[in-house]
């Protein structure tokens, strides 16, 4: 079986447990289990780390194919990889071993790069990290640390010699959880505030390596919003072929308007995919292409799904807005890939710039 088959079969589900996911605002720490346990953690690691060194196309259709079925698990395992493999290959060769057997291990991982200043520059911390004996101290917070709750390591950064550094560090009692995570939509990834009181971070835990390598968030980013708005489409054509209307005694999907509308979401889902499937394939040849590519792939994808989505509450009517209904659902998810880093404005910004540089 292969692995977007896996996922497939994994998505079938967390679809049936995403509803109470979303309503309870709870950890869907079950489907992240599951994964783990089939390999999806260890799949696109190198060889040398104990990988298997898959493609980066693959991983979009499975990111896709999962974010479909529970976006909420989509995104916990996206920023859950992206710190895992960002410290595999940021850090020197001991650092980059441990953190791949932990991996391995089920050891959860998480970002806490975002500051409540800094806007979308998550790269870029404001936050100073002040020398001590064997590292640096940082008193400050991060925000949307999707799954913090559940991490064993996190990937923090901050300013050390007015540049940006970035560790590993395990969560201590100087780190506090704000539990004040009670969004509108990806309701279970409890992406919470952490604040740093005199936290240690540990010289021997920076990553002192910065390569090309790719990372799963920018290359993931786009395909979570396709996944949203796979569903959402399907929620929709489920709803309109269900739909009679009293007076034709024809169901809503004969109606010229709705397929109109529908192709038009249909084609443009179908582009967003093939733009985020080609930066999949720029990073999978390791060009460097594959960075500003992923802006225009998460752009498009980002207003696609919530294009989608309003279409299908449209579509749904009356029955669409109520809470029972996925529709509901499937809109509120879709207006979060727009305000993920780098937002849909901060996109718009770095590709109109290089269109407009001569």
Known sequence: MSWVEQAAELAGEFAQRAAEFDETAQLPTVNLRRLHEAGFDMAWLPHNHGGQGLSWVTFGRVL???ASACPS??????????????????SGEDNAGFFARELAGGKRFANALSEPTSGNLFLMPLQTARPTDGGFVLDGAKRFVSGCEIADYLLVNALVDDAPAFFGITPDD???LVPIWDSVGLRATRSQLITFEGTVLPEDR??????EEPNPIPIGLPFLSIGVAEAALAALRQHAAGRVIPTTGQPLADM????????????????????????AWLADQRSPLAN??????????????KDVAALGVKVGGGSGYLKNSPIQRHFRDAQAGALMAYSAEVCQAEIGKAIMTP
Do not use: D
Not at 73 to 90: C, F, K, P, R
Not at 262 to 276: S, W
Not at 292 to 303: F, R
């Open 292 to 305: 500003p590519s992923s802006l225009e792939a998460k752009l498009l994808a980002n207003e696609v799904a």
């Open 64 to 66: 896709a194919t999962i």
């Open 256 to 279: 010229q308007w709705v397929q109109f509308a529908a192709a038009t979401e249909h084609v443009r889902l179908r582009a967003a995919t093939l733009l985020a499937a080609h930066t």
């Open 174 to 176: 100087t780190l506090k």
């Open 206 to 211: 920076r990553c002192t390596r910065f390569t």
């Open 73 to 90: 698990t989509a995104t916990i395992w996206l920023m859950h990889l992206g710190a895992a493999y960002g410290l595999v290959h940021m």
